[in-house]
C-alpha cells in the first residue's frame, strides 16, 4: 500500500518530495519545554501519565517539524511486569532488581500482558494518533531481546558486560531460553503498541555493540530473525538500530528488519553501497557534530544527504540519541537543512 507519509513511503524504499528526518531521542533535555515538565515529575511518572508523555512526544514535532513523532517511554517498562524493579537514578542510570543469574530465574520470569499492564503506553498511543495529522508518523519502539537481556543480567548498565558474558558462554541453554522469553514478551508488546496505532516499530539493539560477529550469529541473529519475521503480519515498517552496525552489517542485512538505522560509525555512502539500493537505511549523523559550529554543520548535514539520498529509502537521523547538552538552536537548524534539501531524483510520486 502507497503512503501519503513521506517517512512511511521512505521506509517502503519510495521516491519522496524531500527527505525525511526525525532524531532519536528528540523528545528530551535539550528542549527547554522538556525541562519544564520534568521539574513537576520523576522520569517514571512522565512515562506513566499518557497526557504528560502525549504532550512531550509532540515537543519536537511542534517546534522541529520533523517527519515522525516516537512515542515517549522507555524500553525498560516491559521488565516490570515481569517481576522487576527499575529505577533510575540522576546520574547514575537505570537500576534493576532482582537479576537474572541462571535456569531458575529465567524460569521464573512471566510474559507480560502488554493490555493489562502497559495499558498506559497504548493510551498514550491512541492519544497520539488522533492528534496528529497524516503526514506525521507515529513510531512505537521496544528494546531488542539482547540489550533488554543484558539490563535483567547486569541490573543496569556495564563497561564489560562479563555477567551477560558469562551467562552466554557457561549456560548457553539458559541464555538462548531467556532470549527466547524476551523475544516472545516483545512480539506482544508491540503487536499491542500497532492495535493501539502506531504506524512504525523501531527495535534498539544498542548493547549488540558488545558482541563479536560469531557471537552475534550464534546467540542474538537467529532469536531476531524469528520476531522480525513474526512482525511482518503487523504490516507496518520494522526498523532495526544497533550500535556498532559498522562491524555487523553483514548479520544487519540477514534480519529482515524492513529499515536498518545505522550508527555514525561508517560512512552512509558506504555503507548504503553495501546493503544496496533496496535496503531503505536510516542515520547516521554523530550526534556530537550537533555541537559543530552553524556552517560546519550545515556542510556536514549536506554531506551525508548527498550520499544517503543516491537511491530512494533513505530517512536522516542520528546514529544515536541527542546529548542532553545539545544546543537547541543547532538541532533547529539541522532539521532545516534536511528539509530544504533538494532531492531533484525524487520530485512526484508513483502510485
Not at 557457561?170 to 500497532?194: D, G, I, K, N
Not at 540519541?321 to 538552536?329: F, L, R, S
Request: glycine share 8%; hydrophobic share 40%.
Amino acid at each position: 500500500m502507497v503512503q501519503s507519509s513521506r517517512f512511511l513511503r521512505a521506509c517502503q524504499g519510495l521516491p519522496v518530495d524531500r527527505i525525511p528526518v526525525w532524531l532519536m531521542r528528540q523528545a528530551g533535555r535539550y528542549l527547554p519545554e522538556y525541562r519544564k515538565v520534568r521539574e513537576q515529575v520523576s522520569f517514571l511518572t512522565l512515562c506513566k501519565t499518557p497526557s504528560l508523555a502525549v504532550e512531550v512526544t509532540l515537543q519536537p514535532v511542534q517546534r522541529l517539524g520533523v517527519d515522525a513523532a516516537i512515542l515517549f517511554s522507555d524500553i525498560l517498562l516491559l521488565l516490570e511486569p515481569m517481576g522487576i524493579e527499575v529505577s533510575f537514578e540522576e546520574n547514575g542510570g537505570p537500576r534493576l532488581d532482582p537479576t537474572i543469574a541462571g535456569k531458575g530465574d529465567v524460569e521464573a520470569l512471566p510474559v507480560p500482558d502488554p493490555e493489562d499492564q502497559l495499558g498506559f503506553v497504548l493510551e498514550a498511543i491512541r492519544q497520539l494518533r488522533a492528534t496528529l495529522g497524516g503526514e506525521t508518523a507515529l513510531i512505537g519502539f521496544s528494546g531488542a531481546p539482547f540489550t533488554l537481556a543484558t539490563y535483567l543480567i547486569e541490573g543496569g548498565s556495564s563497561r564489560d558486560f562479563a555477567k551477560t558474558k558469562g551467562l552466554m558462554y557457561q549456560e548457553p541453554r539458559t541464555f538462548h531460553r531467556l532470549m527466547a522469553h524476551l523475544a516472545r514478551s516483545v512480539l506482544l508488546y508491540l503487536e499491542a503498541q500497532v492495535r493501539a496505532g502506531v504506524q512504525a516499530l523501531q527495535l534498539f539493539d544498542t548493547w549488540a555493540v558488545v558482541l563479536s560477529p560469531q557471537d552475534y550469529r550464534e546467540y542474538v541473529l537467529p532469536h531476531m530473525q524469528e520476531l522480525l519475521e513474526s512482525l511482518r503480519a503487523c504490516q507496518v515498517p520494522t526498523i532495526h538500530f544497533s550500535l556498532g552496525t559498522s562491524t555487523l552489517l553483514d548479520s544487519m542485512a540477514k534480519l529482515g528488519a524492513q529499515v536498518l538505522s545505522l550508527d555514525w560509525k561508517i560512512d552512509i555512502g558506504e555503507a548504503r553501497e553495501k546493503l544496496g539500493s533496496k535496503q531503505p537505511v536510516q542515520g547516521n549523523l554523530d550526534p556530537m557534530a550537533l555541537f559543530k559550529p552553524a556552517e560546519d554543520l550545515c556542510r556536514t548535514v549536506s554531506r551525508m544527504l548527498e550520499q544517503g539520498s543516491r537511491w530512494p529509502g533513505y530517512i536522516f537521523n542520528l546514529g544515536h540519541g541527542i546529548h542532553p547538552k545539545t544546543p537547541v538552536e543547532n538541532v533547529v537548524r539541522l532539521v532545516e537543512t534536511v528539509r530544504t534539501f533538494p532531492v531533484p531524483a525524487a520530485k512526484g510520486t508513483d502510485g
